[in-house]
């Protein structure tokens, strides 16, 4: 224990938790949206029991890699139809895969939601799932998100307590930013949407890297994985997008006012 406060575990321990912070961006923003199914009374205790169960299981899952990561990574079978599609899959690379068609599926559904006309709102304001369905899916979906935060954790320590310090770090800032990220979104609906189109694409990376893991490949092209740089840049171009045409469209409805009131 002597050697878990040197000077290179406290600077490993900071990268760590940064590395959370920026990769659990996602996942926060997967339990906002998935923690709106349930009643409002009861979405506060979602994301917080959500995030803290999903912490323990983060944890276990650090240990379960630590000591048997061949079982994850080794080959569990392949596919070859001719020049067709070919690929060999390990237990990563599906979970991976199957994790990001789920991201996409449910930000693609949330996304047809929003755009009912203005008589379905009530019907879509109902909570449409139990507060047990939405915590194991919460729970079962931070697993997912877990792999590269987790392996990317491994690649600069090997030293437990300071991965599972970062990881318990990580959690007490998703707790603390969680209302008031699921607040800000409630009132500024607009935001709600361009969240919905970055969980989208997490769901598009995650896809491209399950192929990638599993070497995936069609008519001989194989899958190459989305470059996190790449992911960020679109992410901030989303962003700054959704800004201009907001201001845009601000300016755009005050000189239309003006303008009625001028030939009033």
Do not use: C
């Not at 690379?93 to 559904?109: D, E, N, Q």
């Not at 030293?159 to 318990?168: D, G, R, S």
């Not at 607040?183 to 399950?210: A, H, P």
């Amino acid at each position: 224990m002597e050697g878990l406060f040197t000077l290179e575990n406290l600077m490993t321990l900071g990268m760590l938790v940064m590395l959370q912070a920026v990769l659990g961006f996602d996942n926060l923003l997967y339990i906002i949206i998935e923690s709106k199914r349930v009643e409002p009374t009861r979405q506060s205790k979602l994301r917080t029991t959500g995030i803290w169960l999903a912490v323990a299981f983060r944890l276990l899952l650090l240990f379960l890699l630590i000591k048997v990561l061949s079982y994850f990574t080794d080959p569990l079978f392949s596919i070859g139809w001719g020049n067709v599609v070919e690929g060999t899959f390990t237990l990563r690379s599906l979970v991976v895969l199957f994790g990001g068609i789920f991201i996409i599926y449910t930000a693609m559904k949330e996304i047809l939601h929003m755009m009912y006309m203005e008589e379905h709102m009530q019907e879509k304001d109902k909570p449409q799932s139990s507060f047990a369905k939405a915590l194991i899916l919460i729970v079962t979906m931070n697993v997912v998100f877990s792999f590269d935060s987790i392996l990317s954790a491994m690649a600069l320590t090997d030293n437990y307590i300071v991965m599972a310090t970062a990881i318990l770090i990580g959690a007490l800032l998703m707790v603390w930013l969680a209302d008031t990220i699921a607040d800000f979104l409630q009132r500024n609906r607009m935001f709600e949407v361009l969240g919905l189109f970055i969980l989208l694409i997490v769901g598009v990376m995650l896809l491209s890297e399950g192929g990638h893991l599993s070497h995936l490949a069609f008519f001989g092209h194989e899958i190459v994985q989305m470059n996190k740089v790449t992911f960020y840049f679109v992410i901030v171009v989303l962003v700054l997008s959704d800004i201009v045409q907001s201001r845009y469209s601000k300016k755009l409805n005050a000189l239309k006012s003006r303008f009625k009131k001028d030939n009033a």
